[in-house]
């Protein structure tokens, strides 16, 4: 016996069409359940995609270096609003004496006013090294960035992100304007072309000055809160990582690595940890969603109990000319898992349309996003929406194999 | 040769509701090839039973069943599933031809329960009984588009598909107008002309009439023969 015999389906397919509108709220379940399980799926892999190509972006054989100790796989301290005071400048440029260490910059925050004529406001100051136009692949619009000489003699300096020079000059050309922070006279040397936002962030607001002077004038602090190098090859990080711990921990006087006070951080291991987290919240979002298949499983179900008593005459009649039970059964099964598949492939479609809407205005507000559907992605929408017709299917179908042929043929 | 069917003492229990009904005390039969039998009798008097016992739609509570002299009193599902297949030809008072689907189909459709048959041959045969039903104008209309007399007709090209050892008819002519009703009974003793084996529960006289022999049955039994 054919497992689905082509006689059963057209009588199937005849009779599901002759009832178009009930077969579609039949279907309706599955073909909602499909459609977010599939935009979910897409747009969540896009948005991953979309964050990780940031990360990837920014941290290109990157490591990053933190004051206090921390777990590989938890945040550094100073994510969580700890201040460490253990990582100073002098350290900054053991590291960017390692080899494979190409370029590099300390880096300290802070908020500061800012005075320019009558104009006052608060601006975003980072103290950094000569090197953080290279390091952040920044470049400069005028003028020029500040030297390493400039930074060793604490200069007042200052370059500007492009949003700051026209928030703050408008037209006007910056160079060798004099501003003040924190009631500090600093001369403008540059400024620095666009760059954009990155992982959300706005680039192009900041003001960038010495980092010695950002500490001793600005801060009156002695460490600094972060220091970035970049190496030359992507196959150096792990060594230059090793180095980096070694130069410190020898600087530190530490000799248990469990007592480190720094943490050390690549953009690999960032985008390792962003991964675990996205995907974590892209399965919590199907498993979410995937539970109104379940819900159009059920409504199968129940649309079959239906059909089952519907057609009483119908299995009667088959069985009386010579159907056996097991026949009826399959031809039932069939009927739900197409009724199934047909909405899963309904539900792809649709599923696959928002996502594509979504990528189109994502396009608009000019993110990076690419539109993503994964062939196991629709392979697994679809096979599972026949696994629903069959597993919901499986009932009615029974209760059709068991009807008795005489009462079925008398049923009215 | 032995008879087409023998019945030995058969016997039909429904034990299932709270009084169990003996629907059939004792029936002793023989039907030959050939033969045109009417069953007769009042409501509840056990025809209906009999036929579905004949047809292998029921299995006998005790008693023998002897088709072609084989024992076929003790079968499983499956087995009547296929004797009712291979060797019944069902005719029903409400012609059960199944919607959408074409007289052509519908005259193939016990064929769909037989694994290995040759479509083809069947298919060629489906045109040829229609043809004696005068139906080859209609092969591809649905149930819906015939006339009463034309539904009942395209139900006989069906029970004729399997070659049937036996034809069964309930109340052939029960939903038909006289004039149809005479159709369907001429074609029905030509069939029984050219050899096939009919029995046809009826509760017309005119339509007992008909046949080569009428049993009448009461409370059961067969009272005569």
């Known amino acids: ?412 | 040769m032995p008879p087409l069917i023998r019945l030995e003492h058969l016997v039909k229990e429904y034990s299932d509701s709270e009084q169990p009904v003996l629907a059939l005390d004792g029936v002793d039969l023989t039907i030959e090839a050939g033969d045109f039998v009417a069953i007769m009798g009042p409501s509840g008097c056990g025809k209906s039973t009999l036929m579905h016992l004949l047809g292998f739609l029921l299995s006998p509570s005790s008693g023998k069943y002897f088709l072609e002299g084989k024992d076929a009193s003790s079968l499983t599902d499956d087995e009547r599933a296929d004797i009712r297949n291979r060797r019944i030809g069902f005719v029903f008072q409400s012609f059960n031809l199944l919607p959408r689907t074409s007289v052509l189909d519908n005259v193939l459709l016990p064929v769909e329960y037989m694994p290995d048959a040759d479509r083809a041959a069947a298919r060629k045969r489906a045109l040829e009984l229609l043809k004696l039903v005068k139906l080859s104008h209609r092969l591809n209309a649905n149930p819906n588009q015939l006339s009463g007399g034309e539904q009942q007709r395209a139900a006989i090209a069906r029970a004729l598909i399997n070659r049937p050892a036996l034809i069964l008819a309930d109340e052939p002519t029960g939903n038909l107008d006289s004039k149809t009703s005479d159709e369907v009974m001429d074609l029905l003793s030509e069939l029984h002309h050219e050899g096939h084996t009919i029995v046809m529960v009826t509760h017309e006289e005119e339509i007992a009439a008909r046949a080569h022999r009428t049993i009448r049955m009461k409370d059961g039994r067969i009272v005569s023969s």
């Open chain 1, 1 to 412: 016996m054919a497992l689905l015999p082509v006689a059963d389906i057209i009588y199937s397919v005849r009779t599901l069409s002759a009832a178009k509108s009930r077969t579609l709220l039949t279907m309706l379940g599955i073909i909602i359940g499909v459609m977010s399980v599939v935009a979910v799926a897409s747009v969540g892999q896009s948005a991953q995609d979309l964050v990780l190509g940031e990360v990837q972006a920014v941290g290109a054989n990157r490591i990053s270096i933190f004051p206090g100790g921390s777990q590989e796989n938890t945040p550094p301290p100073i994510v969580m609003g700890i201040v460490s005071t253990t990582l100073t400048e002098r350290d900054y440029r053991a590291i960017r004496d390692l080899p494979h260490v190409v370029v590099g910059s300390p880096i300290v925050t802070s908020v500061a006013s800012l005075t320019y004529k009558e104009k006052s406001f608060m601006v975003q100051v980072w103290g950094v090294g000569e090197e953080f136009p290279a390091l952040q692949d920044a470049r400069i619009a005028s003028g020029r960035f500040f030297s390493r000489s400039d930074v060793e003699s604490y200069g007042h300096l200052a370059v500007l992100g492009s949003k700051a020079a026209t928030d703050l000059f408008g037209d006007e050309d910056p160079v060798n304007k004099t501003i003040r922070l924190k009631d500090a006279a600093f001369q403008v040397v540059g400024v620095l072309q666009e760059r954009g936002s990155s992982i959300g962030q706005g680039q192009d607001s900041q003001i960038f000055i010495p980092v010695t002077t950002a500490q001793k004038l600005i801060l009156g602090i002695t460490y600094i809160n972060a220091a970035s190098v970049k190496v030359d090859a992507s196959n150096h990080v792990t060594q230059a990582i090793d180095d980096i711990k070694y130069t410190l921990r020898r600087r530190h006087h530490i000799t248990d690595p469990a007592k480190d006070d720094f943490s050390v951080r690549s953009a690999d291991t960032a985008i390792g940890i962003l991964d675990s987290i996205t995907t974590v919240i892209n399965v919590f979002l199907l498993v979410v969603t995937a539970i109104s298949l379940v819900v159009g499983g059920i409504n199968i179900m129940n649309i079959m109990y239906v059909a089952v008593r519907e057609r009483t005459r119908e299995v009667g009649l088959r069985k009386a000319l010579g159907a056996r039970s097991r026949r009826i059964f399959l031809q039932f099964l069939a009927e739900s898992s197409m009724i199934s598949l047909s909405g899963g492939l309904i539900g792809l479609a649709l599923g696959a349309a928002i996502a594509y809407g979504i990528t189109l205005v994502a396009v608009q507000y000019g993110l990076d996003w690419s539109f993503s559907l994964s062939v196991p992605a629709i392979a697994a929408a679809l096979s599972v929406s026949t696994v629903i017709g069959l597993v919901f299917g499986v009932a009615p179908a029974m209760a059709a194999a068991r009807l008795d042929a005489i009462r079925a043929l008398r049923y009215e």
